[in-house]
């Protein structure tokens, strides 16, 4: 798993929220960042995103799914909205003020599986 607590300078991929709290969806961008020396080549319609409430943290209800293939090149990244990830789940669904993370699967640059990038982000 790669998260937004691990150290950019040493890490091989990574996924960051820009802002980490933001004043709507669409003004909080996602980035994942390839800094390994392999491609990275998977589906970008493939994320999954959790609400954190008083009880836990539950998933945003999918809806929809796409197929598609996204690569990002050793040294360059890929951004979306926080709002177009969902959209990418679920066109209804809505990002009320709360927490939230937002997950998508990578293949490993230093492996032969797959690993989860993760990031945590609030709404105002």
Do not use: H
Request: proline share 6%.
């Amino acid at each position: 798993m790669c998260s937004q607590t691990v150290e950019t300078d040493t890490a091989s991929v990574y996924l960051l929220p820009s802002p980490t709290v933001g004043d709507a969806p669409d003004s909080l961008e996602l980035t994942l960042t390839n800094e390994s020396e392999a491609d990275l080549t998977f589906n970008p319609y493939s994320w999954s995103v959790w609400k954190k409430s008083a009880s836990g943290w539950s998933e945003i209800e999918q809806e929809s799914s796409g197929g598609g293939k996204l690569t990002v090149a050793p040294g360059d990244s890929e951004t979306w909205t926080a709002k177009t990830v969902v959209g990418y789940i679920n066109e209804s669904a809505t990002l009320n003020s709360g927490a939230y993370s937002a997950a998508i699967n990578v293949p490993n640059p230093d492996g032969d599986d797959w690993i989860t990038c993760l990031a945590v982000f609030g709404i105002r």
